[in-house]
C-alpha cells in the first residue's frame, strides 16, 4: 500500500560512507536532494552524514523513522562487499534482523550477471521482510524499500538520483505552492524578536543576520501556503521598518 501524505511529510537523507567523512569522495546527495523537494514545494527536515558503522547506521534509522511523517532516502551500503551494512541495518532497524532472499531481486541479479551472480553479488538480494524492490536504471542491480517510506538506495548519484525523482513523482506528483516574501534591512534582527515570537500558525519564518563593513544587516523572509496570511505576516515587519524609519529592499518573491 502507498504511503500516504494525509498529513504533512518531513524527509531527511541518510547519506552512509565513511570515504565521506574522511574526504575521499565529496557528497553529491545533500545538494540534489534538496534542490528536487524545492521543485515540489518542500524541504529536507534534516541530513545525516555517518560513517560505514552498523550501530550507528541502525541507530539513525530508528531515530528519523522514530520522527513524525518521516520519509527517509538512505544512500550508500547496500552492495555486496563485507563494508555493505545497510541491508542488514534497515532490518535491524525495522524489522527482526533476518535477511530474506528476495525472488525478484534474485531472478534480476541472475539475468544481468549469470554465473558471475555467485558467491556474491547475489547477497544483494537479501533483503529485510517486505521489502519492495527500486529500479536501477543504470545496472538493474536492485534497490529497496520498506514500509513505502524508507528508501534504500546506492551511494552512486547516477543510479540514486533517477530513483529519487521517480519516488517524488509518486508520492508528490503536484506541486505544493509556497508563498514567500523577504526583505533585507540595515539593522540587527533583534528588532524582530517581538514580531517573530507573534507569527501566526502556518507561517514559516526565517532572520539570517550578516555583519558587513562594520555594519548589522538582516534578511527576514516569511512563507505560507495561504498567501494571504504570509502577505499579513510580512506586513508587520515592513510596518515597523517604516516606522523606525529603517533602510531596506524588498527581495524577488520566490
Known amino acids: 500500500m502507498p504511503y500516504s501524505l494525509d498529513k504533512e511529510p518531513s524527509f531527511y537523507a541518510l547519506i552512509i560512507g565513511t570515504e565521506i567523512l574522511n574526504r575521499r569522495r565529496h557528497d553529491a546527495h545533500f545538494d540534489f536532494v534538496s534542490k528536487v523537494l524545492a521543485q515540489k514545494g518542500y524541504t529536507l527536515s534534516g541530513s545525516f552524514i555517518i560513517a560505514?558503522?552498523?550501530?550507528?547506521?541502525?541507530?539513525?534509522?530508528?531515530?528519523?523513522?522514530?520522527?513524525?511523517?518521516?520519509?527517509?532516502?538512505?544512500?550508500?551500503?547496500?552492495?555486496?562487499?563485507?563494508?555493505?551494512?545497510?541491508?542488514?541495518?534497515?532490518?535491524?532497524?525495522?524489522?527482526?534482523?533476518?535477511?530474506?532472499?528476495?525472488?525478484?531481486a534474485k531472478d534480476i541479479i541472475e539475468a544481468k550477471l549469470g554465473t558471475h551472480a555467485y558467491p556474491h553479488a547475489i547477497k544483494m538480494a537479501e533483503l529485510p521482510k517486505g521489502a519492495t524492490l527500486l529500479h536501477n536504471p543504470i545496472n538493474q542491480m536492485p534497490a529497496f524499500a520498506l514500509d513505502a517510506r524508507y528508501y534504500f538506495m546506492p551511494g552512486f548519484p547516477?543510479?540514486?538520483?533517477?530513483?529519487?525523482?521517480?519516488?517524488?513523482?509518486?508520492?508528490?506528483?503536484?506541486?505544493?505552492?509556497i508563498h514567500r516574501y523577504s526583505f533585507t534591512a540595515l539593522c540587527k534582527e533583534s528588532l524582530f524578536i517581538d514580531i517573530m515570537q507573534d507569527m501566526p500558525q502556518g507561517v514559516e519564518y526565517s532572520s539570517l543576520p550578516k555583519l558587513s563593513k562594520h555594519t548589522w544587516q538582516v534578511t527576514i523572509s516569511v512563507a505560507s501556503q495561504d498567501q494571504a496570511l504570509a502577505q499579513e505576516a510580512f506586513a508587520r515587519y515592513i510596518s515597523l521598518l517604516q516606522a523606525q524609519n529603517m533602510s531596506y529592499t524588498l527581495e524577488d518573491e520566490a
Open 52 to 104: 560505514d558503522e552498523p550501530d550507528l547506521i541502525v541507530k539513525t534509522i530508528q531515530y528519523i523513522a522514530s520522527l513524525p511523517q518521516a520519509i527517509l532516502f538512505s544512500f550508500g551500503g547496500i552492495g555486496s562487499t563485507p563494508d555493505d551494512y545497510t541491508r542488514a541495518c534497515a532490518s535491524r532497524a525495522l524489522r527482526d534482523g533476518r535477511l530474506i532472499l528476495h525472488p525478484q
Open 158 to 177: 547516477q543510479m540514486s538520483h533517477p530513483m529519487v525523482e521517480a519516488i517524488l513523482q509518486i508520492l508528490i506528483p503536484h506541486k505544493k505552492y
